[in-house]
């Protein structure tokens, strides 16, 4: 399988928004809304940010939304913060029944 | 409070067998819709899914690496173990394990802090 195509930066000033986008096929991001984005920051764990497409678990910041349309799915970040500079990835659900992430995005705040 | 930790060796030989313990707490092993599932990332590189087990010891693999990996669970010791075979220097990497909620489609809520492992002579 291979991985879900992400841009591998985005940047933005703070206050402004962002999206990343995580470009699969019919076979994963479009085939099912299991789509998770994580948050990583540099020598930390990934974070959970976003699941089923659009859901925030409890404690993430109402800034982050997540969205899809055919086979490609979208994180939008608003309100830019410095905090948000971190890399960004994008996993699916596969109908092979397997996990796929993406190939990540660094996110930087200028 | 769910916590999961990493252990095993920093540093393996090529062609040797790597063997990777998830300890956890905060949740059981034994509940319906849990699983433990476990993801690598080589040093400035992208995140890789490589093997999860449900409650139900559904066990799942990457397809590329099927043929190495094998993953098992102590219920009793809330451990999930992650086993690959003839490791390789292209295997270094940090190695996380992660609970997973879903059920089935791999929601990763709670990740490990992640171990290191170096392939080398």
């Given amino acids: 399988q291979s991985a879900l195509t992400q841009p591998a930066s985005v ?3 703070p206050g ?22 994580f948050q990583q920051h540099p020598g930390k764990a990934p974070k959970l940010m976003i699941y089923d497409v659009s859901n925030r678990p ?24 410095a905090e948000d500079e971190a ?15 993406g190939t990540g995005t660094k996110v930087t705040v200028l | ?10 540093l393996v030989k090529p062609t040797q067998t790597l063997s ?31 093997a999860l087990i449900y409650w139900n010891d559904d066990k799942r693999y990457s397809p590329s690496l099927k043929r190495r990996l094998t993953v098992t669970k102590d219920t009793s010791k809330n451990q999930v173990v992650l086993t690959m075979t003839n490791m390789d220097p292209v ?26 492992v170096s392939v080398s002579s």
Avoid at chain 1, 58 to 81: C, D, E, P, Y
Avoid at chain 2, 97 to 114: E, K, N, P, R, V
């Fill in chain 1, 11 to 13: 940047s933005g000033s």
């Fill in chain 1, 16 to 37: 402004q928004s962002i999206t990343i986008s995580c470009t699969g096929t019919s076979s994963d991001v479009g085939g099912y809304n299991y789509v998770s984005w």
């Fill in chain 1, 58 to 81: 409890s404690g993430v910041s109402n800034r982050f939304s997540g969205s899809k349309s055919g086979n490609t799915a979208s994180l939008t970040i608003s309100g830019l913060q």
């Fill in chain 1, 87 to 101: 890399d960004y990835y994008c996993s699916s659900y596969t109908r092979s029944s397997t996990c796929v992430f």
């Fill in chain 2, 1 to 10: 409070q769910i916590t999961l930790k990493e252990s095993g060796p920093t």
């Fill in chain 2, 20 to 50: 990777l313990t998830c300890t956890f707490s905060g949740f059981s092993l034994s509940t319906s819709g849990v699983g433990v599932g476990w993801i690598r990332q080589p040093p400035g590189k992208a995140l890789e899914w490589l």
């Fill in chain 2, 91 to 116: 295997d270094t990497a940090t190695y996380y394990c992660a609970h997973d909620i879903s059920g089935w489609y791999y929601l990763f809520d709670y990740w490990g802090q992640g171990t290191l």
